[in-house]
């Protein structure tokens, strides 16, 4: 299903930024969405998910206390907001929606669209 990252730039160490994901033409009520992140000559990494209830689970430890996700159905977005940036944190950050958190991580999609990329440095 076709979504759009945004939100991405260049932060200094410590800094903060608000990742969106918006779903076009489609409602994201109805769906889990799954944040993922790929940083340069790393695998792409799982980080968070938000259940359709608003409810939502951390699959890095490395983002615990530092990443939440929310959503606004009305909008068809998911926000993830980061704070507490590192260097590691830089990286090509992706959305995708599923029927139930972790379906992604069984089974993940073939076409992970553009994301947006987050490079934290001073």
């Known amino acids: 299903l076709p979504l759009v990252e945004s939100g991405g730039g260049l932060v200094q160490p410590g800094g903060s930024l608000r990742l969106s994901c918006t779903a076009s033409?489609?409602?994201?009520?109805?769906?889990?969405v799954s944040w993922y992140r790929q940083g340069p000559g790393k695998e792409r990494e799982a980080l968070l998910c938000?259940?359709?209830?608003?409810?939502?689970?951390i699959y890095a430890d490395s983002v615990t206390g530092r990443f939440t996700v929310s959503r606004d159905n009305a909008k068809s977005t998911v926000f993830l907001q980061m704070n507490s940036l590192k260097a590691e944190d830089t990286a090509t950050y992706y959305c995708?929606?599923?029927?139930?958190?972790?379906?992604?991580?069984?089974?993940?999609?073939?076409?992970w669209g553009q994301g947006t990329q987050v490079t934290v440095a001073s």
């Open positions: 938000i259940h359709v209830n608003g409810a939502s689970t």
């Open positions: 995708v929606t599923e029927f139930l958190c972790g379906n992604s991580l069984i089974d993940p999609p073939d076409d």
């Open positions: 033409g489609f409602s994201l009520d109805s769906y889990a």
